[in-house]
């Protein structure tokens, strides 16, 4: 029984560059969430998604950061161009009910 | 706006003992859902325990309980038997209703040291 799948597991990059992480949800899910984690702020939602039409995206830090949810099974999160205090750990989750299961994360180094 | 609060940065306990670890919260509204996730160094997001606004019992898993007190608004986690591979951040979270179309708010987390 598969999880939440994101790739890549690590990026390093360097600024300007841009970056595209990946996320699969668990299958029959339909609620997709990004979150971002940093030592200074925390777990922060950037934005979710529900039967893949974006719900909310005021989490989103700026307009360089950008979600899509083409279908059920695959969404992406773009940075372009990357800065190098978009440095942090991005977790893709996603839910059918009130729980919601994480994938294991990527953690973006932006040199 | 919610806001979580967890005001212990730092936990240790005694491999076998029992530790609770504090999470209190702000909200106007009547229902919803509160999480504890634990986040080994894996890093890995992993659901402890939730509990139902609604539901005056405490939820319980095994070896994890909570106390949750819905008018001082404070969810607590206790962890009995204390074990090494219990050591991790862990975090409180809230969530309104609404089928899963809805995100989390996180506290900053309490990272918990097992001594053995």
């Known amino acids: 029984d598969a999880g939440v799948i994101q790739s890549p597991r690590h990026e390093v990059t360097e600024m300007g560059q841009e970056v595209t992480l990946r996320c699969k949800p668990i299958?029959?899910?339909?609620?997709l969430f990004w979150y971002r984690q940093t030592m200074m702020r925390g777990l922060e939602l950037l934005i979710y998604?529900?039967?893949?039409?974006?719900?909310?995206d005021s989490g989103m830090p700026e307009d360089r950061f950008s979600a899509k949810m083409p279908n059920a099974s695959f969404s992406t999160l773009k940075i372009q161009p990357s800065e190098p205090r978009d440095s942090a750990v991005y977790f893709c989750?996603?839910?059918?009910?009130?729980?919601?299961?994480f994938g294991p994360g990527t953690r973006l180094t932006v040199t | 706006a919610q806001t979580v609060t967890q005001s212990q940065p730092e936990m240790s306990v005694q491999e076998a003992e029992t530790v609770t670890l504090s999470c209190t919260y702000d909200?106007?509204?009547?229902?919803?859902?509160l999480f504890w996730y634990k986040q080994p160094p894996s890093r890995q997001m992993i659901l402890v325990i939730r509990?139902?606004?609604?539901?005056?019992q405490n939820a319980t898993e095994n070896r994890f309980s909570v106390n949750f007190q819905k008018a001082a608004k404070s969810f607590s986690l206790k962890i009995s038997d204390s074990q090494l591979g219990d050591a991790a951040m862990y975090f409180c979270?809230?969530?309104?209703?609404?089928?899963?179309?809805?995100?989390?708010?996180f506290g900053k987390g309490t990272h918990l040291i097992i001594q053995p």
């Open positions: 989750a996603s839910s059918l009910m009130e729980v919601q299961y």
């Open positions: 509990q139902e606004a609604y539901k005056q």
């Open positions: 909200t106007s509204e009547s229902d919803y859902y």
């Open positions: 979270a809230y969530k309104i209703p609404g089928g899963g179309a809805d995100g989390l708010t």
């Open positions: 299958s029959g899910h339909n609620s």
């Open positions: 998604f529900n039967n893949n039409v974006p719900i909310d």
